[in-house]
T-cell receptor
Framework: KAGVTQTPRYLIKTRGQQVTLSCSPI?????VSWYQQTPGQGLQFLFE???????NKGNFPGRFSGRQFSNSRSEMNVSTLELGDSALYLC???????????FGPGTRLTVL | QQQVKQSPQSLIVQKGGISIINCAYE??????FPWYQQFPGKGPALLIA?????SEKKEGRFTISFNKSAKQFSLHIMDSQPGDSATYFC???????????FGTGTRLTIIP
């Protein structure tokens, strides 16, 4: 089985811009979660989607949003980028039987 | 109450030795405890996970010990190798809530 894929792998944006990140889950995985990883805050949960519905949301401002498509692929969007949004954004998909979550390689976002 | 505390922050172990990383949690609803390994520039990779109905789980050189009454769990890496040098994260969640709450990470260095 192919693993979790994330595109793009690297992004450089400037303050005020918006960005869209994409995640393709492992085949058969219907749950997709997004995490932000920074040196200061560690790994923080953004939100989780299952069957095109957001089931869980972390404590991030409304500038962070996501969606899931009928094929379970997911996108997250960050609007009005701030310097503090520079981070590694990770997508994880879950095996519904074992509850194991598998992470993609991440998208490294740099906001200048 | 969602916190997972991880220690030590960094650890240096000689090749062939035992690496031990500890985590403590507060939320008694947590019932799934995975450990992830992360190399620089990569996403976290699932190493091993345990549920609270067992006190120990072993996979190869990796062992999780779980103490439900103390709300603590630990990762033991036997016969540590230089290739084990990475950052290790403990995590936890509860059934029906796919959000993983992560520890702050341990940077493990195995020296020859």
């Amino acid at each position: 089985k192919a693993g979790v894929t994330q595109t793009p792998r690297y992004l450089i944006k400037t303050r005020g811009q918006q960005v869209t990140l994409s995640c393709s889950p492992i085949s058969g995985h219907r749950s997709v979660s997004w995490y932000q990883q920074t040196p200061g805050q560690g790994l923080q949960f953004l939100f989780e989607y299952f069957s095109e519905t957001q089931r869980n949301k972390g404590n991030f401002p409304g500038r962070f949003s996501g969606r899931q498509f009928s094929n379970s692929r997911s996108e997250m969007n960050v609007s009005t980028l701030e310097l503090g949004d520079s981070a590694l954004y990770l997508c994880a998909t879950q095996d519904g039987t074992s509850r194991e979550q598998f992470f993609g390689p991440g998208t490294r976002l740099t906001v200048l | 109450q969602q916190q997972v505390k991880q220690s030590p922050q960094s650890l240096i172990v000689q090749k062939g030795g035992i690496s031990i990383i500890n985590c403590a949690y507060e939320n008694t609803a947590f019932d799934y405890f995975p450990w992830y390994q992360q190399f620089p520039g990569k996403g976290p990779a699932l190493l091993i996970a345990i549920r609270p109905d067992v006190s120990e789980k072993k996979e190869g050189r990796f062992t999780i010990s779980f103490n439900k009454s103390a709300k603590q769990f630990s990762l033991h890496i036997m016969d540590s190798q230089p290739g084990d040098s990475a950052t290790y994260f403990c995590a936890a969640n509860d059934f029906g809530n796919e959000k993983l709450t992560f520890g702050t990470g341990t940077r493990l260095t195995i020296i020859p």
